[in-house]
């Protein structure tokens, strides 16, 4: 399938108190709230380039391919979803030392320029509070279906 004509880019920063490592082995570990394998009911993952991730959330397959892979400093992967409209979209994060923190970054880009793809900007900037606060003395907040769909059941 042809990438869509006109696309949407995401950017959403993040600076949390932790050093790139721990920041960049957390978004790779299920059992921390805040990244989407944890949030998975099922999920598949191979987080190494050309290795492949599935998950699933309240009924809704994203999956994709790991194109870039560097400790503690660069991750990037193919993102689709039924709110990519058949498009592989992509996913870039960076892990950069910050003082004692760092700042992740996640740019979101080629989404198709519609609706449904626009509220990958929501969903990452839930995710993204979820996921700081898991680090320093952060609340340790988990995710909630509700919470990051409200109105929907």
């Known amino acids: 399938m042809k990438s869509p ?7 959403i920063e993040r600076t949390i108190p932790a050093s790139p490592g721990d920041v960049f082995d957390g978004w ?3 059992k921390i709230p805040g990244n989407p394998w944890n949030a998975a009911e099922k999920f598949i993952l191979d987080p190494k380039v050309d290795g492949l991730f599935f998950w699933t959330l309240q009924g809704t397959s994203h999956y994709g391919r790991f194109t870039e892979f560097e400790r503690s400093t660069r991750i990037q992967h193919t993102w689709m979803s039924p709110k990519t409209l ?3 979209s992509t996913i870039t994060l960076t892990f950069k030392k910050q003082g004692d923190d760092t700042l992740m970054t996640l740019v979101h880009s080629g989404l198709p320029d519609h609706e449904l793809a626009r509220g990958h900007e929501k969903g990452w ?4 509070d979820i996921f700081r606060e898991q680090f320093g003395k952060g609340s340790r907040k988990e995710y909630r279906w509700e919470e990051a769909h409200p109105g929907k059941k």
């Open 125 to 128: 900037n839930y995710f993204l």
């Open 28 to 30: 790779l570990n299920p």
């Open 5 to 11: 004509e006109k696309t949407l880019e995401f950017k």
């Open 86 to 88: 058949g498009y592989e």
